[in-house]
């Protein structure tokens, strides 16, 4: 992204204001559902391809406050597998106040993590969310 695209998103996000943190899902009940059922769709995913989350690599690109980060944590992936890139540096200070040691974080452009890196699975942004309907 050019310097431009980065600080037009940035502003984005700066209008949101408070409507930028992230949601409590646990006290509404559909939206808490409905993260449950995206829950078993990942978890069913990685069944039926054979993958053992507690040995591969995944780099979440937009985790923003690293809400995905630690459900990932809770079904197994090992801090030291799992890393996070953000564009916005005070969700990447936020979700490391929240999240255990171990778990490595990006900030700024995705597209400027070193090629070099290799991950395993690499979800995007609300990507999880559209995971149900592909049914892999």
């Given at each position: 992204m050019t310097k431009n695209e980065i600080e037009l998103i940035q502003e984005r996000y700066?209008?949101?204001?408070?409507?930028?943190?992230?949601?409590?899902?646990?006290?509404?009940?559909?939206?808490?559902?409905?993260?449950?059922?995206?829950?078993?769709?990942?978890?069913?995913?990685?069944?039926?391809?054979?993958?053992?989350?507690?040995?591969?690599?995944?780099?979440?690109?937009?985790?923003?406050?690293?809400?995905?980060?630690?459900?990932?944590l809770r079904i197994g992936f090992l801090p030291q597998n799992l890393y996070g890139n953000e564009l916005l540096d005070y969700r990447v200070k936020a979700a490391l106040k929240s999240l255990p040691q171990g778990i490595t974080f990006f900030q700024g452009d995705a597209m400027n993590i070193d090629e070099n890196h290799r991950f395993d699975i690499t979800p995007s942004d609300d990507s999880f969310y559209f995971y149900i309907k592909l049914r892999i």
């Open positions: 700066a209008r949101r204001g408070n409507r930028d943190l992230p949601s409590n899902t646990y006290i509404c009940p559909y939206a808490y559902m409905s993260w449950q059922e995206i829950e078993r769709h990942i978890l069913c995913l990685f069944k039926k391809h054979g993958i053992s989350i507690s040995d591969v690599t995944l780099l979440e690109i937009g985790c923003g406050y690293g809400v995905n980060l630690l459900w990932l």
